[in-house]
T-cell receptor, first 112, second 114 residues
Framework: DQQVKQNSPSLSVQEGRISILNCDYT??????FLWYKKYPAEGPTFLIS?????DKNEDGRFTVFLNKSAKHLSLHIVPSQPGDSAVYFC???????????FGTGTRLKVLA | DAGITQSPRYKITETGRQVTLMCHQT?????MFWYRQDLGHGLRLIYY???????DKGEVPDGYVVSRSKTENFPLTLESATRSQTSVYFC?????????????FGPGTRLTVL
């Protein structure tokens, strides 16, 4: 049973526009959430995170929003750039453990 | 160079053979992890280690063995490879077990079991 779901396997966006990647989770014990970015033939790299005590965290062009009641988080990239084309994984963690549960990933393609 | 490395990057083997995937990190991170990435499943945790000589199972440990005699190395062994173990394997490390400490990933090993 997938505890962390990314229901959109792919997304295409024009350069300069907003990219919105979504993630849903089922386990109410999750209290820390992360986004990782992965380029082909490379390992995932950390992008941004959010604790459950917040509903928004911003880092430059990247903003993560958390809606605890809906068990939903989203990653906004504004403005999108061609270099943002990658697979994005969301991950969730229960602070009582140190294990991440990853979603299946969303492939973002930013069109020039 | 500092960082986390994996070897080999690509491996083809046959069913029933033993295969060991190597992971080495130069940061002296306490925690190390092995994941596999499969289409439709994302990354799933196989095993993790909190320190040298301390290891524990993750979500999908069956068919795998790990050891950690030195802090910097965390090899993953498939004792008798099966086709279902064809996957991309990622090693990761972290300074601590706290969930807010990001995990740093290696470049991955693509394993094909024929």
């Amino acid at each position: 049973d997938q505890q962390v779901k990314q229901n959109s396997p792919s997304l295409s966006v024009q350069e300069g526009r907003i990219s919105i990647l979504n993630c849903d989770y089922t386990n109410s014990m999750f209290d820390y959430f992360l986004w990782y970015k992965k380029y082909p033939a490379e390992g995932p790299t950390f992008l941004i995170s959010i604790s459950s005590i917040k509903d928004k965290n911003e880092d430059g062009r990247f903003t993560v929003f958390l809606n605890k009641s809906a068990k939903h988080l989203s990653l906004h990239i504004v403005p999108s750039q061609p270099g943002d084309s990658a697979v994005y994984f969301c991950a969730a963690s229960d602070s009582g453990t140190y294990k991440y549960i990853f979603g299946t990933g969303t492939r973002l393609k930013v069109l020039a | 160079d500092a960082g986390i490395t994996q070897s080999p990057r690509y491996k083809i083997t046959e069913t029933g053979r033993q295969v060991t995937l190597m992971c080495h990190q130069t940061w002296s991170h306490s925690y190390m992890f092995w994941y596999r990435q499969d289409l439709g499943h994302g990354l799933r945790l196989i095993y993790y280690s909190a320190a040298a000589d301390i290891t524990d199972k993750g979500e999908v440990p069956d068919g795998y063995v790990v050891s950690r005699s030195k802090t910097e190395n965390f090899p993953l062994t498939l004792e008798s490879a099966t086709r279902s173990q064809t996957s991309v394997y990622f090693c990761a490390s972290s300074t601590s077990g706290a969930s807010y400490n990001e995990q740093f990933f290696g470049p991955g090993t693509r394993l094909t079991v024929l």
